[in-house]
């Protein structure tokens, strides 16, 4: 669910990022339409992350989402692990199971 114009790398932290700001912010809302839409969107993140980006546990890789980016201006760490990434992938797996 991830998607690119297919000019730019991918970034699975951004999303990771997102997700958890969706869960955050859906807590402060009174509209049950609206904060059930911002559930729902940050679900179907947490899968597509989980589902297309997360490492292969059977290798000794250094992190747990691929296709990470540290700082695309400063070509930094682009399409790599990013412990920012990282944290937030598994406070947004956190968050899912709490509303489950």
Do not use: W
């Amino acid at each position: 669910m991830i998607f690119t114009d297919g000019n730019e790398e991918r970034d699975s932290s951004a999303g990771a990022i997102l997700a958890c700001g969706l869960y955050e912010s859906a807590e402060y809302i009174n509209d049950e339409n609206l904060r059930k839409l911002y559930i729902d969107t940050a679900k179907a993140i947490v899968n597509s992350l989980t589902k297309y980006y997360l490492a292969d546990n059977s290798q000794n890789l250094d992190g747990i989402l691929l296709h990470s980016v540290y700082s695309k201006p400063g070509n930094n760490g682009v399409d790599e692990f990013c412990i920012l990434g990282d944290y937030y992938y598994m406070e947004a797996l956190l968050r899912t199971l709490k509303i489950s």
